[in-house]
């Protein structure tokens, strides 16, 4: 069973557009929800993360909106860019627990 | 290079061979996770452990796959009588400490069964 259900599968955006990924998840006792940015032969990298004491978080062009009534979180990349071509992740962890459960990524393509 | 460090990038076995993985923490790091990632699909939890102590196994198969972070050295995920269906990206990541804490990623081992 997916623990965090991500979608869309696959996004294309214009260079300087927004870019809107989501995720949901059912339990409740998930305490911390980064995101991971993956290229090509690379591994995860750490994008930005929240926890649910906060509906929002900005990390430059990067934010991430957490509702946690809906038990939704979204990643919005402003202004984006070619750069920004790769697939990213959502994930969540318990607050008591050991391991990441990710979602099943979105494959960003920008274009210019 | 003070990240997660993996190796071989790359590796290729038989069906019946057995494969080993490695893996070094970031530096101060004593935390470290494994985990499997097949094509099209998200990272899948498979082993935690600390310093000499497996702390949670629960995502790994039972029979065939094994792992270990010794005192000295490397945390090594091995793989005996490897099969078709082992071929896929092996993960290690690492964190200062337990719990809902960053986990920071290594490039991974690509595992390739002939």
């Known amino acids: 069973q997916q623990q965090v259900k991500q979608s869309p599968q696959s996004l294309i955006v214009q260079k300087g557009g927004i870019s809107i990924i989501n995720c949901a998840y059912e339990?409740?006792?998930?305490?911390?929800f980064p995101w991971y940015q993956q290229f090509p032969g690379k591994g995860p990298a750490l994008l930005i993360a929240?926890?649910?004491?906060?509906s929002e978080k900005k990390e430059g062009r990067f934010t991430i909106s957490f509702n946690k009534s809906a038990k939704q979180f979204s990643l919005h990349i402003m202004d984006s860019q070619p750069g920004d071509s790769a697939t990213y992740f959502c994930?969540?962890?318990?607050?008591?627990?050991?391991?990441?459960?990710f979602g099943t990524g979105t494959s960003l393509t920008v274009i210019p | 290079n003070a990240g997660v460090m993996q190796n071989p990038r790359h590796l290729v076995r038989r069906r019946g061979q057995e494969a080993r993985l490695r893996c070094s923490p970031m530096?101060?790091?004593?935390?470290v996770y494994w985990y499997r990632q097949l094509p099209e699909e998200g990272l899948k939890f498979m082993v935690y452990?600390?310093?000499?102590?497996?702390?949670?196994e629960s995502g790994m198969p039972k029979e065939r796959f094994s792992a270990e972070f010794p005192k000295e050295g490397p945390s090594i995920l091995r793989i005996q009588q490897v099969v078709r269906g082992d071929s896929a990206a092996y993960f290690c990541?690492?964190?200062?400490?337990?719990?809902?804490?960053?986990?920071?990623f290594g490039d991974g081992t690509r595992l390739s069964i002939l």
């Open positions: 990541a690492s964190s200062l400490t337990g719990g809902p804490q960053p986990q920071h």
């Open positions: 339990n409740t006792a998930f305490d911390y």
């Open positions: 929240i926890r649910p004491d906060v």
């Open positions: 994930a969540a962890i318990r607050s008591t627990g050991n391991q990441f459960y």
């Open positions: 530096k101060g790091h004593s935390h």
């Open positions: 452990l600390q310093k000499e102590n497996i702390i949670d």
